[in-house]
């Protein structure tokens, strides 16, 4: 069974700074697909970032670049220069098939 | 390019009713997926059309189903509302399939469904 855990239930960050959210996931698949997307508080999820299993190289989207350590199995999503437009809860996910819990990032003025 | 639509925004429903949510997926999509998203939770996959087929399923009971039409909208049918299907519906489109099998979705925003 595919499984993502978010430990981090709610971070916060000041404005412009970088900050991490974590995300690992299970999958005995060797094939799959991992993405992050936020989702503010008027409930639409915006997808953000996309890597997949063969990828070599870490995706990198703008502001948003993800950790990508397949060893670990883990796929930490990076925002760099934080804003405060950036206050939302981020979900990792695993193919469509199964999110995480979510963390509450928070950028504080 | 119009995005991906949910109707309605909002629904107050009781308990044993039966609801129907709508979708219509972005322009060149032919893949839809649905979620249920309870409060302070991550999205549930409910289940997934392509080309008018479904095609895979979640851990939800019979009582919802769902539909696709030929343009690719989408419906999703609840029969017997249970207050635990009070939660955020939401729905996905897909364009092209990425190498490893996945899938870059978009969200429509969401219908809000309370049960009484």
């Known amino acids: 069974a595919q499984k993502i855990t978010q430990t981090q239930p709610g971070m916060f960050v000041q404005e412009k700074e970088a900050v991490t959210l974590d995300c690992t996931y299970d999958?005995?698949?060797?094939?799959?697909?991992l993405f992050w997307y936020k989702q503010p508080s008027s409930g639409e999820m915006i997808f953000l970032i996309y890597q997949g299993s063969y990828d070599e190289q870490n995706a990198t989207e703008g502001r948003y670049s993800l950790n990508f350590q397949k060893a670990r199995k883990s796929a930490n999503l990076v925002i760099s220069a934080s804003q405060l437009g950036d206050s939302a809860m981020y979900f990792c996910?695993?193919?469509?098939?199964?999110f995480g819990k979510g963390t509450k990032l928070t950028v504080n003025p | 390019e119009t995005g991906v639509t949910q109707s309605p925004t909002h629904l107050i429903k009781t308990r044993g009713q039966q609801v129907t949510l709508r979708c219509s997926s972005q322009?060149?999509?032919?893949?839809v997926s649905w979620y249920q998203q309870a409060l302070g939770q991550g999205p549930q996959f409910i289940f997934q059309y392509y080309r008018e087929e479904e095609n895979g399923r979640g851990n939800f009971p019979p009582r919802f189903s769902g539909l696709q039409f030929p343009n690719y909208s989408s419906e999703l049918n609840v029969n017997a509302l249970e207050l635990d299907d009070s939660a955020l519906y939401l729905c996905?489109?897909?364009?092209?399939?990425?190498?490893?099998?996945?899938?870059?979705?978009?969200f429509g925003p969401g219908t809000r469904l309370t049960v009484l």
């Open positions: 322009s060149g999509h032919n893949t």
């Open positions: 999958t005995s698949d060797q094939s799959y697909g």
């Open positions: 996910a695993m193919n469509e098939l199964v």
């Open positions: 996905a489109s897909s364009s092209h399939l990425r190498s490893g099998g996945a899938f870059e979705q978009f």
